[in-house]
C-alpha cells in the first residue's frame, strides 16, 4: 500500500473511532433514543463507511465487515446493563473480541495500549471494527438479562428440577404439537425411547410431510402448469448408424478412466418374496443375482475396452480400463449388501473398485399422518428415494474421490432393471460426443395406462424432468402426448452432478403410498397396513441442465426388463422371458442358427455378459461347423418348466474367466500319432485358439500382456501344433504322409544336437491371412495363429497357457514350395511376466542379450535345411522390430482373426486360391476349409 493511501486509511479509522462514542465511554447508562434519532445514527455511520471505502481508505473486505456491524449495533434495540449481570456482559464482550481479532488474522493488532488522550486518536482498525460488533452484543445481552433477571430464582428451580427429573418435560409436548398419538402410547415415559425420538428431529420431518402434501392436493393440471412434449430435437433413437461411432467413443472413454457407475440399490428384496437386499435376488437358468449380473457387464466392458485401446493405439491408464463401481445402499440392507459383495469376490472386479454409501432415510408414517413403529420401540424408516443420491455422493466424499481419479461421466440406474446395459458404451459415447450435462435413457410407452413415469419439458422453465405416474390420474387424455417411459437410466457429467449435490437441500420431497409392517403396542402384533413414505425424486433436480440434455431411446425388449413383483407383469418370471428373446435376437443378428438347441419357442436361453454384451463376439464364439450352438457348451436345467439353457464361459461357451481356470488333459499314447492335448473348463471342451483370450490384462505400466499356448517345449524335437481341422483344435504333432506312409514331424537342426532353441506356441485369437499382403515383407500370412518365441530358460509344458509380454518380432518370409508366392511368418519375442527379461526393459530387447538375438535369427533362417528346404528370408535385414511394431501385428492377425470366426473370410487360402482359379481341389482341402470354422 502506497503511503498516500496508508494515511487516508489512518484519518478514516479515526474518523471511524470518533464517532463510535457509545465504545469509548466506560460506563454505559440506560438510555433508549428515539427511532428517528436510531435511524439517523445508522444512517451517518453507513454514509461515512461508504465515503471511506470510495477514497480507499477501506478495503472492500474491511468496508463489508463494519458495515454489518453498523447494521447490527444500530438494529438491536436500547442498551441496558444491569446489577449482577454487568460482568457477564463484558465477559462477553471481551471474549467476542478475542475470538474476533483470532479470526482477523490478515490485520495486526497494536501492542500499545489506546489512550483517550493520543494525540491523533488513531485506533487499528481490528479495534473499531470489534467495538460497533461488541456494541451489539452488549445490547442483546443486557436486553436478555433484562428480561430474565426478575425470575431468576424460579428458573434456577425450574432447571434443578429438569435436571433431576426422571421424564424429559419436552418429549411429551413434542408429540402433542404434532398429534403423534401412536408414539405417545409407545412412549409412556421411556427415556432410552425418548432419545429416540428427539434423534428423528420431529420438528423437520413433520415440516417436510405438510409441505408434501400440501403440494400433492395442489391442482398441477391447470393450462398454465401443464408441461409440455420433448422438442424432437432432443431425442436421439438408438440402434441407428451412428450409434457405431457413439460406441467406439464411450470406450474410448472407458480407456481413459473416465467412466464410473452409480448404482441405485437401497430397496429389499420383500416384493419378490426375497430376503436380503433385492440386487441379490437371482434368478434364471444361470441363478446369477442383479449384482452379478451388473458386476460380469463391468467386466465385459473392461476387457473390450482393453481391445479397442489397443486397436487403436491408446494409451492406458495403470492396470488398464478400470470402471468404479458405486453402490447406494440403506441402513437396512448396507450391511448385508457389503457381506454379500465379500462373499463372492466381488465378482472378479478389484476391491478398491467397488465402493458403498448410504442414503438418506426418513420415518414412515400412517395413512393420517402418524409415525409408526417397527417393533415396541424401533420408529420405522425407509430410505428417502433415489433423490437422495447426490447428497450422498458428496457428502460421502466419492464424488470428490470421483473427481480427483479423472472420473467425468457417471452411468447411474436402478437396481432392478435385469437387462441394464451398466456402463453402456454407446450412450456415454453419446453423452460425451454431445459434451451433454445430462442424458436420459428411455423406451417408448406400451399404453396410456403404463404406470411409468415419462419426460417431459416443465412448465414455465426449461430443461427436462419427468412426470412421475403418481402424481397424475391416467385417465388424463393430454398425457397420452407423453410417450417416452422413465428407466431410471441416465448418464451424468460430473459438474452437473456436483451442481446438483449443492441444491440438494432444495429438492422437495414427494409423498407415496407403501405397505408395510406395522407394530400396535396395545396388541404388540405386526401388521401389514397402507402407509406413506417421503421421498426425493433424483429428477427434480434434472432442470439445472438446462438445455444440455438429450434423451437416448433404446428399444425395450433389448434393455428393459424390470423385477418388481413375485408374479405377473414386472416379475422374475416376465423379466427372464424378455432376456431370453433378446438373447436370441443376438444370435440371430449373429447369424446363428438356435433351432439346433432351442428347438421348443418356449424354452428360455441365457448368454452371460461375460460372453458378450450386446452380441458382438457371438459369431466368433459359436460353433461355425455345425452352424449352430454347440450343445456340450451349454447346460440344461430340467427341474423347469420348459428347458432352460445357458451359455458362459464357466460352461465352455466363450471364453473363460481367466487362465487359471483351464484345465489341460492329454489323450492318447506320448509319441503316437494319436497323442493329443485337450484344454477344458469345468469339463467343458474348449479351443487353445478360440476360446482363450488373447488379453491377459493390461499390467500397472499402461501396457498390454498376452496369453500364450506353448505348443513345443524348449529341448525338444517334436512339430507340436494346434491343429486346425479337427473340432476344439487340439495341439497334436503335425503329421507329414509320402509314399511310404504317415510320420511325425520333428526339428532335425542342428544336426549335430536338433532341438527347439525356444518355448514354441501360438497367440491365440489370431490368424495370419494368406490374402492380407503386407507392405514390410510384400507377402501374404502363413495361415495360421501368429508364432511365438519364448526366450525364458525354463521349458514349458505342451498345451500350457501362460501370460507373457512382447518384446518384439522376426519378420521371417517363407517361400512356400509347391506355390506361386510365398507367407509372412511373423515369429513374436516373449517372455513370461515375472522374468528378467520382461523387467523393466519391457518395450525393448535390451535386456536381452545380442547373442541370443543373433542366435535366433540364424536358427530360424537354417532349420529347413536338413529337410533339403531352402533358407528362409527376413524382412528388415534380419533384425528384430521392437515391441509396439510387435503389437500392431498381433492387432491386425487379431482383426483377421475376428472376420473368419465371423464368415466373413475363409481361413483355407489354399482352397480359396485354387477355387477362384477354377481349379479341382483336393477333398483333404476342402476339409481343412470346413474345419477352420471348428472349436
Request: with cysteine.
Amino acid at each position: 500500500m502506497g503511503k498516500k493511501n496508508k494515511t487516508k486509511q489512518n484519518e478514516g479509522k479515526k474518523q471511524l473511532a470518533d464517532g463510535d462514542n457509545i465504545n469509548n465511554n466506560k460506563e454505559v447508562k440506560n438510555v433508549e433514543r428515539p427511532a428517528s434519532s436510531k435511524a439517523k445514527s445508522l444512517a451517518e455511520q453507513l454514509e461515512l463507511l461508504g465515503n471511506l471505502h470510495k477514497s480507499g481508505a477501506l478495503t472492500e473486505d474491511e468496508f463489508a465487515v463494519a458495515k454489518k456491524a453498523a447494521i447490527a449495533s444500530e438494529l438491536n434495540g436500547t442498551l441496558s446493563e444491569q446489577g449482577s449481570n454487568i460482568s457477564d456482559t463484558k465477559k462477553k464482550k471481551k471474549e467476542l473480541a478475542s475470538s474476533l481479532q483470532a479470526k482477523n488474522g490478515n490485520v495486526r493488532r497494536s501492542t500499545r495500549s489506546e489512550s483517550s488522550n493520543n494525540k491523533n486518536n488513531e485506533k487499528p482498525l481490528v479495534y473499531i471494527l470489534l467495538t460497533v460488533a461488541v456494541a451489539g452484543l452488549g445490547i442483546l445481552l443486557a436486553n436478555s438479562a433484562r428480561k430474565t433477571s426478575t425470575s431468576s430464582t424460579q428458573d434456577k428451580s425450574n432447571t434443578e428440577q429438569q435436571m433431576h427429573s426422571e421424564v424429559p418435560p419436552d418429549i411429551p409436548t413434542l408429540l402433542s404439537t404434532h398429534n403423534q398419538t401412536l408414539l405417545s402410547t409407545a412412549y409412556n415415559g421411556d427415556l432410552s425411547f425418548g432419545d429416540k425420538i428427539k434423534k428423528v428431529n420431529l420438528d423437520y420431518v413433520m415440516r417436510q410431510y405438510r409441505t408434501a402434501i400440501a403440494k400433492k392436493k395442489e391442482n398441477q393440471k391447470t393450462s398454465s402448469e401443464t408441461p409440455s412434449p420433448i422438442d424432437s430435437s432432443y431425442i436421439h433413437h438408438a440402434h441407428n448408424h451412428s450409434d457405431d461411432e457413439y460406441w467406439s467413443h464411450g470406450l474410448a472413454q472407458v480407456v481413459a478412466g473416465k467412466v464410473a457407475v452409480v448404482t441405485l440399490a437401497g430397496g429389499q428384496g420383500s416384493r419378490l418374496g426375497h430376503i436380503g437386499p433385492k440386487g441379490t435376488f437371482s434368478f434364471g437358468p444361470s441363478q446369477a443375482s442383479l449384482f452379478q449380473r451388473f458386476a460380469e457387464r463391468i467386466l465385459r466392458v473392461q476387457d473390450l475396452s482393453n481391445m479397442y485401446g489397443l486397436e487403436q493405439g491408446l494409451k492406458f491408464q495403470k492396470g488398464g480400463s478400470r470402471v468404479s463401481w458405486v453402490i447406494m445402499t440403506s441402513n437396512t440392507n448396507h450391511a448385508e449388501t457389503v457381506d454379500y459383495f465379500k462373499s463372492k469376490s466381488y465378482f472378479g472386479l478389484e476391491t478398491e473398485q467397488v465402493t458403498f454409501i448410504t442414503q438418506k432415510e426418513l420415518p414412515a408414517f400412517t395413512s393420517d399422518g402418524q409415525l409408526f413403529l417397527s417393533d415396541k420401540d424401533t420408529i420405522k424408516t425407509v430410505a428417502a428415494g433415489n433423490g437422495e443420491v447426490y447428497h450422498a455422493l458428496l457428502s460421502s466424499g466419492v464424488l470428490d474421490n470421483l473427481t480427483q481419479m479423472g472420473t467425468k461421466w457417471l452411468h447411474v440406474h436402478s437396481v432392478d432393471n435385469a437387462l441394464t446395459r451398466v456402463a453402456d458404451p454407446t450412450f456415454i459415447g453419446y453423452t460425451a460426443k454431445n459434451d451433454l450435462s445430462l442424458a436420459l435413457k428411455g423406451v417408448i410407452r406400451n399404453s396410456a395406462s403404463e404406470s411409468a413415469g415419462v419426460f417431459v419439458k416443465p412448465s414455465g422453465r426449461h430443461g427436462i424432468s419427468v412426470f412421475e405416474y403418481s402424481e397424475f390420474n391416467s385417465e388424463d387424455v393430454a398425457l397420452n402426448a407423453f410417450n417416452i417411459v422413465n428407466i431410471c437410466n441416465f448418464v451424468f457429467k460430473v459438474d452437473f452432478i456436483r451442481d446438483a449435490a449443492d441444491h440438494s437441500k432444495e429438492l422437495p420431497y414427494h409423498v407415496a403410498s407403501k405397505n408395510m409392517q406395522q407394530y400396535d403396542v396395545s396388541s404388540k402384533t405386526t401388521t401389514k397396513l397402507p402407509g406413506k413414505i417421503l421421498e426425493k425424486f433424483i429428477h427434480d433436480a434434472f432442470p439445472l441442465a438446462g438445455n444440455k440434455f438429450g434423451v437416448f431411446v433404446v428399444k425395450r425388449e433389448l434393455e428393459f426388463a424390470p423385477i418388481k413383483n413375485a408374479k405377473g407383469e414386472d416379475s422374475p418370471k416376465s423379466a427372464m422371458n424378455l432376456i431370453s428373446r433378446a438373447h436370441k435376437k443376438m444370435l440371430q443378428s449373429a447369424d446363428v442358427d438356435v433351432s439346433t438347441v432351442v428347438a421348443s419357442a418356449n424354452a428360455i436361453l441365457e448368454i452371460s455378459p461375460l460372453v458378450t454384451y450386446k452380441g458382438e463376439g457371438l459369431a466368433e464364439s459359436c460353433s461355425r461347423g455345425a452352424r449352430g450352438l454347440n450343445v456340450s457348451a451349454t447346460i440344461q436345467r430340467t427341474d423347469m418348466t420348459f428347458p432352460h439353457f445357458y451359455l458362459g464361459p464357466e460352461y465352455g461357451f466363450g471364453m473363460p474367466l481367466n487362465i487359471n481356470d483351464i484345465h489341460v488333459s492329454s489323450e492318447g499314447k506320448e509319441g503316437s500319432l494319436g497323442f493329443k492335448i485337450l484344454h477344458s473348463v469345468k469339463d467343458k471342451r474348449i479351443s487353445p485358439w478360440h476360446n482363450i483370450p488373447l488379453l491377459a490384462f493390461i499390467d500397472n505400466e499402461g501396457l498390454p500382456v498376452f496369453n500364450f499356448v506353448c505348443e513345443i517345449p524348449k529341448g525338444s524335437v517334436r512339430k507340436y501344433e494346434i491343429h486346425k481341422s479337427k473340432y476344439y483344435n487340439p495341439v497334436s504333432q503335425d503329421v507329414s504322409c509320402g509314399r511310404t506312409g504317415c510320420y511325425g514331424r520333428e526339428y532335425h537342426y542342428p544336426e549335430s544336437n536338433p532341438q527347439s532353441l525356444v518355448n514354441y506356441g501360438a497367440i491365440p485369437q489370431t490368424w495370419e491371412d494368406p490374402d492380407l499382403v503386407r507392405e514390410d515383407t510384400k507377402e501374404g500370412g502363413d495361415n495360421d495363429p501368429i508364432d511365438v518365441l519364448q526366450i525364458d530358460d525354463t521349458p514349458c509344458d505342451v498345451g500350457e497357457v501362460m501370460s507373457v509380454r512382447v518384446l518384439g518380432a522376426f519378420a521371417m518370409v517363407d517361400n512356400t514350395k509347391g506355390t506361386d508366392r510365398g507367407e509372412t511368418d511373423w515369429k513374436l519375442i516373449v517372455s513370461r511376466v515375472d522374468t528378467p527379461y520382461s523387467s523393466p526393459s519391457y518395450g525393448s530387447l535390451e535386456a536381452v542379450a545380442a547373442s541370443k538375438i543373433s542366435s535366433l535369427h540364424e536358427w530360424f533362417q537354417n532349420y529347413k535345411l536338413p529337410e533339403g528346404k531352402s533358407k528362409n528370408a527376413f524382412a528388415f535385414d534380419g533384425k528384430p522390430v521392437n515391441a509396439s511394431y510387435a503389437i500392431d501385428v498381433i492387432m491386425e492377425t487379431h482383426d483377421s482373426w475376428k472376420k473368419f470366426r465371423s464368415g466373413r473370410r475363409s481361413c483355407s487360402w489354399m482352397t480359396y486360391r485354387l477355387l477362384s482359379r477354377g481349379r479341382r481341389v483336393k477333398s483333404s482341402f476342402v476339409q481343412e476349409s470346413q474345419a477352420c470354422w471348428r472349436g
